[in-house]
């Protein structure tokens, strides 16, 4: 049985949680009680090193960074006056040498009481019965330390930490106790109200939320209400993306459709986006989210909100001129059925997006609208190159149809040589696509070709023109089968 779209999405997502998860426990020895090899050899994740040694190391800020000694968090307690409690609970592993190998003790852990008043008091006892419990004198030793920052601006800071203060009573007790490290280390606070930090690095307006919870200090923080906790990962979710977002059925966007009539998907795609638009940019629905609502998010709303209506203008604009021109109504449609020639059965539709850009810059394919400038933005792997890709096929197939028979219709450039060279791989295979097109609807004019310009001193370096059998259009299934830059024999590309 054939796996679904969403269900090969969601065994994807579970493969990465899962090898998300061995990485992690490779790099803490979480999943380990016993070992063979010196646990500092390869178990570097949520470990701390005595702060003594990393103050003494030769290798100054820098052993900080390369092994930190505490963990912690930096938050805004919400209120500035009065005795404030919370309770810090640190948790952690030790490994300790035997005659066969390395034996992981623990966990150790401790909850540590701390009044935050004109003085904060820590009361580290717990701790020191801890350690002293599972390896008495052998100079293990840690604390939770805090300290209160009054800012002459915006709220106090109280910094946590837990930190590795241990000393070795002996070179036995160092080499035993895998040189006084600390492992998988944990810290979580509970119990004290705070308010967020503004992320200042955002602009103020309806479209972000800058409110940060707490900063981590050398590792992340997860935030549950009144609870913090450090993380040894970064936590990052992100989302699949949802490229139809309206209760209508999604129109038919297969490049044979649009290769055949363009305009009813297209209509379709417009009037799915005017009435996304009566609800997404609708000021009742943006406040309810936004808590404070100023007169400067207001003015930033009503100007984004006037841009969607401009943008409502220019799809309606790109559709009448493919209904209206036909030289360009007919340039559209065959760089529809060269994009589903040199997509190869991979994918046989545009997503909404893709059009959506296409159709609000098609009147630059006839010159229009020159002094605009627009930019599609997606995530890795969401169809931006097809996206400019159709807009420069159609610009092509324009060109020939008018009457330009030969000259340069589109210009690339891309930063990275790396990029460019891959970037130029799939511009070739879409324009061969575009060739065979032309020379199937015998339109005049020269081949369609592609220049890599690089320097004179880098490589490849060569001009490689058009044979006469690919002319001839024996070249058909070369591009079909390999798609790939190195084997269209026949077009002028420089390479």
């Given at each position: 049985?054939?796996?679904?779209?969403?269900?090969?999405?969601?065994?994807?997502?579970?493969?990465?949680?899962?090898?998300?998860?061995?990485?992690?426990?490779?790099?803490?020895?979480?999943?380990e009680t016993t070992r063979?090899?010196?646990?500092?050899?390869?178990?570097?994740?949520?470990?701390?090193?005595?702060?003594?040694?990393?103050?003494?190391?030769?290798?100054?800020?820098?052993?900080?960074?390369?092994?930190?000694?505490?963990?912690?968090?930096?938050?805004?307690?919400?209120?500035?006056?009065?005795?404030?409690?919370?309770?810090?609970?640190?948790?952690?592993?030790?490994?300790?040498?035997?005659?066969?190998?390395?034996?992981?003790?623990?966990?150790?852990?401790?909850?540590?009481?701390?009044?935050?008043?004109?003085?904060?008091?820590?009361?580290?006892?717990?701790?020191?019965?801890?350690?002293?419990?599972?390896?008495?004198?052998?100079?293990?030793?840690?604390?939770?330390?805090?300290?209160?920052?009054?800012?002459?601006?915006?709220?106090?800071?109280?910094?946590?930490?837990?930190?590795?203060?241990?000393?070795?009573?002996?070179?036995?007790?160092?080499?035993?106790?895998?040189?006084?490290?600390?492992?998988?280390?944990?810290?979580?606070?509970?119990?004290?109200?705070?308010?967020?930090?503004?992320?200042?690095?955002?602009?103020?307006?309806?479209?972000?939320?800058?409110?940060?919870?707490?900063?981590?200090?050398?590792?992340?923080?997860?935030?549950?209400?009144?609870?913090?906790?450090?993380?040894?990962?970064?936590?990052?979710?992100?989302?699949?993306?949802?490229?139809?977002?309206?209760?209508?059925?999604?129109?038919?966007?297969?490049?044979?459709?649009?290769?055949?009539?363009?305009?009813?998907?297209?209509?379709?795609?417009?009037?799915?986006?005017?009435?996304?638009?009566?609800?997404?940019?609708?000021?009742?629905?943006?406040?309810?989210?936004?808590?404070?609502?100023?007169?400067?998010?207001?003015?930033?709303?009503?100007?984004?909100?006037?841009?969607?209506?401009?943008?409502?203008?220019?799809?309606?604009?790109?559709?009448?001129?493919?209904?209206?021109?036909?030289?360009?109504?007919?340039?559209?449609?065959?760089?529809?059925?060269?994009?589903?020639?040199?997509?190869?059965?991979?994918?046989?539709?545009?997503?909404?997006?893709?059009?959506?850009?296409?159709?609000?810059?098609?009147?630059?394919?006839?010159?229009?609208?020159?002094?605009?400038?627009?930019?599609?933005?997606f995530p890795t792997g969401?169809?931006?190159?097809e996206t400019y890709l159709?807009?420069?096929?159609?610009?092509?197939?324009?060109?020939?149809?008018?009457?330009?028979?030969?000259?340069?219709?589109?210009?690339?450039?891309?930063?990275?040589?790396?990029?460019?060279?891959?970037?130029?791989?799939?511009?070739?295979?879409?324009?061969?696509?575009?060739?065979?097109?032309?020379?199937?609807?015998?339109?005049?004019?020269?081949?369609?070709?592609?220049?890599?310009?690089?320097?004179?001193?880098?490589?490849?370096?060569?001009?490689?023109?058009?044979?006469?059998?690919?002319?001839?259009?024996?070249?058909?299934?070369?591009?079909?089968?390999?798609?790939?830059?190195?084997?269209?024999?026949?077009?002028?590309?420089?390479?």
């Amino acid at each position: 049985m054939t796996a679904t779209e969403s269900e090969r999405y969601d065994a994807a997502q579970k493969f990465v949680g899962w090898l998300e998860g061995r990485i992690q426990s490779a790099a803490t020895g979480s999943a380990e009680t016993t070992r063979e090899n010196d646990p500092l050899a390869s178990l570097w994740l949520g470990r701390l090193a005595p702060a003594r040694e990393i103050a003494n190391s030769d290798l100054g800020d820098r052993a900080e960074r390369l092994e930190p000694c505490a963990i912690g968090m930096r938050l805004a307690p919400a209120t500035e006056t009065g005795n404030r409690s919370c309770t810090a609970r640190v948790r952690f592993f030790l490994w300790h040498r035997t005659q066969n190998g390395y034996e992981k003790i623990g966990p150790v852990e401790a909850d540590v009481h701390i009044e935050v008043g004109n003085e904060v008091v820590v009361d580290n006892r717990s701790i020191e019965e801890a350690l002293a419990a599972v390896a008495p004198n052998t100079g293990l030793a840690a604390r939770v330390k805090a300290e209160l920052r009054r800012m002459r601006k915006g709220p106090s800071i109280l910094e946590v930490t837990f930190v590795n203060e241990s000393e070795p009573s002996s070179k036995d007790a160092d080499r035993t106790w895998c040189r006084l490290r600390l492992f998988e280390c944990e810290l979580q606070l509970k119990g004290l109200m705070t308010i967020p930090f503004v992320l200042e690095a955002l602009p103020d307006g309806f479209r972000y939320d800058r409110d940060v919870p707490a900063w981590g200090i050398n590792c992340g923080v997860d935030a549950d209400e009144d609870t913090f906790r450090t993380v040894d990962l970064p936590k990052k979710v992100r989302m699949r993306p949802t490229f139809w977002t309206v209760d209508e059925p999604e129109p038919d966007f297969r490049f044979d459709s649009l290769a055949d009539d363009p305009s009813p998907p297209l209509d379709a795609l417009i009037s799915a986006a005017r009435k996304w638009g009566e609800v997404a940019w609708s000021e009742k629905s943006i406040r309810h989210h936004i808590p404070e609502w100023t007169d400067d998010i207001a003015t930033h709303f009503a100007g984004e909100r006037a841009g969607f209506h401009e943008e409502l203008v220019r799809l309606e604009r790109g559709l009448d001129a493919i209904r209206t021109d036909e030289t360009l109504g007919r340039a559209f449609r065959l760089m529809n059925k060269a994009i589903g020639m040199s997509a190869r059965g991979r994918y046989d539709q545009w997503r909404p997006f893709q059009l959506g850009f296409m159709l609000a810059n098609i009147v630059a394919c006839r010159g229009e609208e020159d002094d605009l400038v627009d930019i599609v933005w997606f995530p890795t792997g969401g169809g931006k190159t097809e996206t400019y890709l159709g807009l420069v096929l159609t610009t092509a197939f324009y060109d020939r149809l008018r009457g330009k028979m030969t000259g340069v219709s589109a210009w690339a450039r891309f930063p990275l040589r790396l990029l460019s060279l891959q970037q130029t791989q799939r511009f070739a295979n879409a324009l061969a696509a575009a060739e065979l097109v032309r020379q199937e609807e015998g339109i005049e004019g020269d081949p369609f070709g592609l220049g890599f310009l690089i320097g004179g001193s880098a490589t490849p370096n060569s001009i490689q023109d058009a044979s006469p059998d690919w002319i001839a259009g024996n070249g058909r299934q070369t591009i079909q089968q390999e798609g790939a830059v190195s084997t269209i024999d026949g077009l002028p590309v420089l390479s």
